[in-house]
Structure formats: structure tokens, C-alpha cells
């Protein structure tokens, strides 16, 4: 373990300069990786929150103290790594009119429209798209929202995140995304908790099982779906609750899908999607992350 403070443009030279020129560098361990989290949470001097974060390393990705998690989604809106016995599912309307503001992630040009980066999912006023002022994302009609109970002890993730979800739809094609957030209690510096997002990603439902053809969704019937997110390594404090939000669109980060026929992604008609994701015994929706053992 390291600190925050490690040279990583020195760390990508010499990578380069061993790969590509043959130089006799020290190789170092196979992974080298950075978990956020552990920090007090406050707000600094620059008025970021103080999440905290420091470097590890290990011989295999994920690591190879970790283990592969599931936390299946709920009608009520639930988390756990326990299956719902019953079937149901949560609807949304995707009005490609109104689509749902980008706030962060991994970007690295767009600004000022956008900007990377781990920031509270509430609208502000000077944000792209936004619709209203200090709403959090969450509470967005088309935004789905399934987090776990206040946690009882940190977990550590480190890994690749999925989401296997069974959606439906109303049009031919729609597009799915999915963010993975680290919810904060209420404190004194953030009195309404803080979401802070980890890693998101998106798909165009025509292309579920590949880039070489395009599928239409059959009117109405489920299909599995996987979103695959970047990859993360995040510690969730105790009293912190895990959070998935599932919706249709972030934009400008990712262009708006217009739910016409498929091949038509650049039409200018545009329709409302009506959007499901079902879970339960048939159709296990779940989040799919890598915990590392208690010990790390």
C-alpha cells in the first residue's frame, strides 16, 4: 500500500519505457490499483468531500482475495444478496425529450457540458440539461433507484461491475444505462448524505448479443441484458448504503436513443419508451460486483 500522493505520470513512463524500449526497470507487481473511500467524509477547503482512497497491489484482477457478488434487485426498491421469492417489476417512461443530465464519471474532455469526475447526483443550476434545481438524480420519474439497507460492516469492492438485468419495452430498440453509487448518511458538512457515483455504463438494447447484427426487442416479451460498467475498487463505510440507478439515457455524455426502428438511431422522429425491469425466481436482475475478504 502507498499513498495518494505516487507519481503516476513517472509510473507510466517507465511502464512505456520497459515495454517499448527494452529498458531494465524493476517490473513491480501485476496490478497495481487504487480504492477510494476510507476517508471522514468532510467537506475540504476546495469543497470537495473528503473521500479518501489509497493505492494496493496484487498479482490477478480482480484481486485474489476477492470474491464474485450478487446483489439481486427488488420490487421495493431493494439490494441484498438475497433472491426475491416472488416476481414483479418497476416501470419507467424514457422521454428522449427530457433526458437524464450527466453528473461526473469518467470523462476526460466536454467541458463545460461536462466534467469527470465524482460529484453528488443532484441538479444544480449551472448543470447541462439540468431540469430543476438540487433534485437528486434519484428522484427522477425515470430513474429507478435499488440500494442495500444502511451497511452493518465497510465492505471493499475491486473488480469488473455488471448488471444482468430482464428488461421489456414498448419499442424496438431503447438503450439501458447503470450507475453504481456510494451513498453517504447525513453529516454536518452534507445534512442530505452525499451519492456519490463510482462507475456507470450503458447499453443499446439492438445490440445485446453483439456488435455484427442488430435485434429488435420483441413487443412487450423479456429479454436478458448485461450493462457492463468500468471497472472500480471502492470501500463502503459502515452506515453507507450500496446503490444501483437504472435508467435510459445520460446525456451529453452518450447520445439519445430515439426509440424508432433500429438502424435508425440519428432520426430526428423521436418516441417515448415505456421501460421495465423485472425481477424474481425467472428473471434474477442483479448487480454483479467482486468483494474482497474482510481482512483486506
Not at 473521500?51 to 490477478?60: I, K, R, Y
Not at 421469492?85 to 418497476?90: I, M, V
Not at 475498487?233 to 452506515?239: L, M, T, W
Request: hydrophobic fraction near 35%.
Amino acid at each position: 500500500e502507498a499513498g495518494t500522493g505516487q507519481d503516476f505520470v513517472q509510473f507510466r513512463i517507465d511502464t512505456f519505457r520497459r515495454r517499448l524500449l527494452g529498458a531494465d526497470l524493476p517490473s513491480g507487481p501485476r496490478v497495481r490499483y487504487f480504492v477510494m473511500g476510507g476517508g471522514d467524509g468532510h467537506r475540504n477547503d476546495a469543497g470537495r468531500m473528503s473521500h479518501g482512497g489509497a493505492w494496493h497491489v496484487a498479482d490477478t484482477w480482480p484481486p485474489e482475495n476477492s470474491a464474485p457478488t450478487s446483489l439481486f434487485l427488488g420490487a421495493a426498491g431493494t439490494l441484498s444478496d438475497t433472491p426475491p421469492e416472488s416476481s414483479d417489476k418497476q416501470t419507467f417512461r424514457f422521454d428522449p425529450e427530457n433526458p437524464v443530465p450527466t453528473i461526473g464519471g469518467p470523462i476526460t474532455s466536454g467541458a463545460p457540458l461536462m466534467v469527470g469526475g465524482a460529484f453528488d447526483q443532484i441538479e444544480t443550476r449551472d448543470l447541462f440539461g439540468a431540469t430543476s434545481h438540487k433534485m437528486p438524480l434519484a428522484s427522477r420519474a425515470d430513474v429507478l433507484v435499488f440500494e442495500t439497507l444502511p451497511l452493518t460492516r465497510a465492505i471493499t469492492i475491486a473488480g469488473d461491475v455488471s448488471v444482468q438485468l430482464f428488461i421489456s419495452s414498448d419499442r424496438p430498440t431503447t438503450d439501458i444505462t447503470a450507475k453504481l453509487v456510494d451513498v453517504y448518511p447525513p453529516t454536518p458538512d452534507y445534512p442530505h448524505g452525499f451519492a456519490m457515483n463510482l462507475s456507470d455504463g450503458i447499453l443499446r438494447t439492438c445490440y445485446r448479443d453483439g456488435f455484427e447484427q442488430q435485434r429488435t426487442l420483441p413487443d412487450g416479451d423479456v429479454v436478458a441484458i448485461t450493462v457492463r460498467l468500468y471497472p472500480i475498487a471502492n470501500r463502503f463505510e459502515i452506515g453507507h448504503r450500496v446503490r444501483l440507478e437504472i435508467s435510459s439515457s445520460n446525456f451529453p455524455r452518450f447520445d439519445i436513443n430515439p426509440n424508432h426502428e433500429v438502424g435508425h438511431d440519428l432520426s430526428a422522429v423521436k418516441f417515448s419508451a415505456l421501460n421495465s425491469v423485472h425481477f424474481g425466481p425467472d428473471h434474477p436482475s442483479c448487480l454483479q460486483i467482486s468483494v474482497l475478504s474482510p481482512e483486506f
